[in-house]
């Protein structure tokens, strides 16, 4: 009994004892990664970097524009008929008095006819009045209704001439026609459309600006104007307009501006990103659009200080300004010659280690041009 008590005993220790072995082994591995840890320098990251740079920027107002045709109208026929003739095509130009469609008036030409024989025996009926008139062979009363009856036979006759000359549709201004919505034999009701004819050389766009602008928007102030249609075209024009009142729904003010168009690459109904040129022009400070980080509590940037022989990126809190291309302004948080991670910031944290390379670093532009490689 007392031999199995002995041996439980020494069972017992040894448990212990290497359960006190297991312990300290543990405790030893956990020291060690505590003290690697806190020893632990995290690498540096890659970015790029960018010089605060300093220039003097034409003054602009930006907007967004709508393409308006100097002179638009939807061609239509005053008068009913059926198409006799149709002397256009879809999507030509003409010219100012051009024919374009004409309608039957047979009927109305018969007519006509009708009307300048009666017209013409008026006229003599008329004239015999006058002679005996004079010669006091007929009353007063006889005249008058000679002179009547004449002039009703003349007016008729204006009549059927004015209704056949509205049965041929003649173009009101130079411009390019729609497809055309009119067919040859068509039935035509009063005003039933015929096609749409648009000046479109020149051209105006008309824009917004808000009400801070007026004492600065003129006519003839230089406007520029781009669309995403033809990126690598810009059109130069000039305010021709501006309104007299201020929208008071938006306090904004409506600006017309002109521009030539002798390709007819505008088409009416465009948009497109319209710039006011001041002939003044300010100093401002501008980094790569692509160093800034926003966010709804402030724009920032890492900016690339050297510590212990070590470049660690920084956070600032900036203004921004204007954006142009590529480009932003900052109106303050930097200053002129500075460094600021021009990309890869998204990975950092205020004080994290950072190793510039420049080798693929995006070439920023003020007016960038995209390519087709």
Known sequence: ?????????VVAVGLLLVAAILVGVKAG????????????????????SAQVQGAEWEATREAVGTV??????????????????????????VRRGDVLVRLDA??????????LADAQLAGVTLERARRLRRGEANSQADLDAAEARAKQADAAVANLRATIAK???????????????????????????LASLQQVSPIYVDFWLPQQSLRDTRPGERVRLTTDTYPDAQWAGAIT?????????TRNVKVRAT?????????????GNVEVLSSEKR??????????????????????????????????????????????????GLKAGETVVGSGGFRLKNGAAVAVNNTLAPDAQLAPRPSDE
Do not use: C, W
């Not at 003649?170 to 039933?192: K, Y």
């Open 1 to 9: 009994m007392k031999s199995k008590t002995k041996q439980r005993i």
């Open 29 to 48: 591995q956990i020291v060690t990664m505590v003290r690697a840890a806190g020893s632990f320098t995290p690498p540096a990251v890659a970015v790029t």
């Open 68 to 93: 308006v045709a100097v002179q638009g109208v939807t061609l239509a026929s005053e008068v009913a008929g059926r198409v006799r003739e149709i002397t256009f095509e879809s999507g030509t130009s």
């Open 106 to 115: 047979s009927s109305e030409e018969a007519q006509l006819a009708s009307a």
């Open 167 to 193: 049965k041929t549709i003649h173009a009101p201004f130079d411009g390019r026609l729609s497809i055309r919505e009119v067919n040859l034999g068509e039935i035509l009701s009063p005003g039933a459309p």
């Open 241 to 249: 307009t501006v309104n007299p009142e201020v929208d008071p729904s």
């Open 259 to 271: 521009f030539r168009n002798d390709d007819g690459r505008l088409r009416p109904g465009m948009f």
């Open 283 to 332: 100093r401002v400070l501008f980094i790569p659009a692509t160093s800034v980080l926003y966010a709804p509590y402030g724009d920032s940037v890492f900016s690339i200080e050297k510590e212990k022989d070590a470049a660690v990126a920084r956070q600032r809190f900036v203004r921004l300004g204007e954006h142009r291309g590529d480009l932003v302004e900052v109106v303050s």
